[in-house]
T-cell receptor, first 117, second 112 residues
Framework: GAVVSQHPSWVICKSGTSVKIECRSL??????MFWYRQFPKQSLMLMAT?????????EQGVEKDKFLINHASLTLSTLTVTSAHPEDSSFYIC?????????????FGPGTRLTVT | GENVEQHPSTLSVQEGDSAVIKCTYS??????FPWYKQELGKRPQLIID?????GEKKDQRIAVTLNKTAKHFSLHITETQPEDSAVYFC???????????FGKGTRLHILP
């Protein structure tokens, strides 16, 4: 099956710094990737939809200037948390979907646990 | 906005018994409904999905039913085992926006 990787798997950063998280589709080309955030004991909340070669579409309430998304190639999307604060500490998960003609299934990355001190 | 409601939030069943988790959705145009299992600290894993052109799908001990008229779908796990303990999320594809929205999750405990 399709494989999605994420890097790093966990990161600790100081308040005010920026952190970049990478999401890669390893064996397929993903024109669309999704970024989710999951707080402890809560559901996955969609943050934004990342489309290759175009601007990301952000969900209501998600600050696009704080969570920068770049989808520069068909296999890589990055999420940069800028000026991180403790309340940004969370589990960030990306997912990728194979071309629409193949179905709707999304494949999830292993997640990145961000801790802001 | 469009959403997916999931019940119960917590479910405890005796090992060997069946577990049922129910979800409703609001977007009548939704046509794809996946179910995910998530273990602590890990990624969601797709366990079964159903499309709107069928009413039921089964895969060994897991089955999903869909009632499009009522806009609800359910996950059924039979002969539960300890390894079934996890958090389960239902989800629905919002056709208009082409994105998947998750329910709030059900924490399933299998009691020995």
């Amino acid at each position: 099956g399709a494989v999605v990787s994420q890097h790093p798997s966990w990161v600790i950063c100081k308040s005010g710094t920026s952190v970049k998280i990478e999401c890669r589709s390893l064996d397929f080309q993903a024109t669309t990737m999704f970024w989710y955030r999951q707080f402890p004991k809560q559901s996955l909340m969609l943050m934004a939809t990342s489309n290759e070669g175009s601007k990301a579409t952000y969900e209501q309430g998600v600050e696009k200037d704080k969570f920068l998304i770049n989808h520069a190639s068909l296999t890589l999307s990055t999420l940069t948390v800028t000026s991180a604060h403790p309340e940004d500490s969370s589990f960030y998960i990306c997912s990728a979907r194979e071309p629409a003609s193949w179905g709707y299934e999304q494949y999830f990355g292993p997640g990145t646990r961000l801790t802001v001190t | 906005g469009e959403n997916v409601e999931q019940h119960p939030s917590t479910l405890s069943v005796q090992e060997g018994d069946s577990a049922v988790i129910k979800c409703t959705y609001s977007d009548s145009a939704s046509n794809y409904f996946p179910w995910y299992k998530q273990e602590l600290g890990k990624r969601p894993q797709l366990i079964i999905d159903i499309r709107s052109n069928v009413g039921e799908k089964k895969d060994q001990r897991i089955a999903v039913t869909l009632n499009k008229t009522a806009k609800h779908f359910s996950l059924h796990i039979t002969e539960t085992q300890p390894e079934d303990s996890a958090v389960y999320f239902c989800a629905a594809l919002l056709n208009r926006d082409d994105k998947i929205i998750f329910g709030k999750g059900t924490r399933l405990h299998i009691l020995p």
